[in-house]
């Protein structure tokens, strides 16, 4: 099993940054790829970003190219999202999932946290 757990969500105005941060354990070795994705109110859920456990290889959608930055610090399994330039619709829990390969579904998920953009 894999224990996600996310924090650095808040409520902040437009243009501002933040990064939200997510802390893997128990059986890290099993991780192939850890992904952010978000859920706006009455929206589906959609991915933001992605990055390989090994690899390091990261992938965005284009709604936040540019402005988001996926990382991974390997000594504190952490993934963090470094989140700029935010715009109000940005607002959205935002969650931490994980899978065992690069693709297919995730099996790990994280509680959330949210972030409120204010216009």
């Known amino acids: 099993q894999v224990q996600l757990v996310e924090s650095g969500g808040g409520l902040v105005q437009a243009g501002d940054s933040l990064r939200l941060s997510c802390a893997a354990s128990?059986?890290?070795?099993?991780?192939?790829?850890v992904s952010w994705l978000r859920q706006a109110p009455g929206k589906e859920r959609e991915f933001v970003a992605a990055?390989?456990?090994?690899?390091?290889?990261?992938d965005y959608a284009d709604s936040v190219k540019g402005r988001f930055t996926i990382s991974r610090e390997t000594a504190k399994n952490m993934v963090y999202l470094q989140m700029n330039s935010l715009k109000p619709e940005d607002t959205a829990n935002y969650y931490c999932?994980?899978?065992?390969?690069?693709?297919?579904?995730?099996?790990?998920w994280g509680q959330g946290t949210q972030v409120i953009v204010s216009s």
């Open positions: 128990g059986r890290t070795f099993s991780i192939g790829t």
């Open positions: 990055i390989t456990w090994t690899s390091r290889r990261t």
């Open positions: 999932a994980a899978r065992t390969g690069s693709s297919g579904s995730y099996h790990y």
